[in-house]
């Protein structure tokens, strides 16, 4: 066995909230192309990224969720029209109260993935992981929930 390989690297736990019409569909597409993306993700469909409020991110924090990833429609291509206009006026309110309570807001994410875009899927579900890696486990933030 190899001595010198790190035993103590730091896997985040993240909560992806996905939009089943265009995020879930995306990390499937990734899935089945059998694109490379983290197994740190805990996938959870919801039927519209506007569906997700605040209190489903603070519940995933509370739980555990060392980071919060919430991917939904492009903007224009929201399956209800206007949903996903609703979660970009709450999400910065979001952040705001994440900074108040002590969660460093890097630790969220909103972004837009449709179901074509199944590398634009893995490469942010990559570089979340990579930056709530570098954050350190939550608890040692000193949140306690
Ligand atoms: Fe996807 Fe509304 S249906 S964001």
Known sequence: MNQSI???IFEPRIVAFLCNW?????ADNAGIAR???P???????????GRVSPEMVMRAF????DGVL???CHIGD???INGNHRTIKRMPLLRNLLSYIGINPERFRLDWVSSAEAPKFAQV??????VVRGLGPIVEEGWVG
């Open 6 to 8: 790190d035993q103590t």
């Open 35 to 37: 694109m490379e993306s």
């Open 62 to 65: 509370r739980s555990g969720a």
């Open 70 to 72: 919430v991917l939904g």
């Open 125 to 130: 579900t990559k570089e979340f992981v990579e």
């Open 22 to 26: 265009c995020s879930y569909a995306g």
């Open 78 to 80: 929201c399956h209800y």
């Open 39 to 49: 197994a740190n993700v805990l996938p959870i469909r919801v039927m519209c990224s």
